[in-house]
């Protein structure tokens, strides 16, 4: 198997953990690691196609546009376990169906 195609299947079982984490889980924390997850799989699909279009090189673009992506990633992702927190401490509870209790 070739680096593009071995980086292909680990994206798709990276995009089937994060699916699942998404679709499984109810606890706030879970859910914005998933997301993560998914965003890192999206990078690693791109990585994947750069190299199999470049005959084994990756494109210079593609790995700004990453890195770009992971930072911005990064910051949602703190962001939302800021939110995590100050709904927890409003709350008691990180169960995102609680989050109806949170209207008015």
Known sequence: ?????????????LLALGL???AAKRNLVRL???LEILVNAACLCFTAMSVMAGR??????????IIIVLA???CIAAFGLALAL???KR???????ELD???G
């Open 72 to 74: 911005i990633g990064g």
């Open 1 to 13: 198997m070739m680096e593009g195609e071995l980086l292909l299947a680990v994206s798709l079982a």
């Open 56 to 65: 084994g090189l990756s494109d210079p673009l593609v790995c700004v546009l």
């Open 20 to 22: 699942y984490g998404l």
């Open 101 to 103: 209790k949170l209207r």
């Open 86 to 88: 100050a709904i927890y």
């Open 91 to 97: 709350l008691g509870t990180l169960d995102a169906w």
């Open 32 to 34: 914005i690691i998933a």
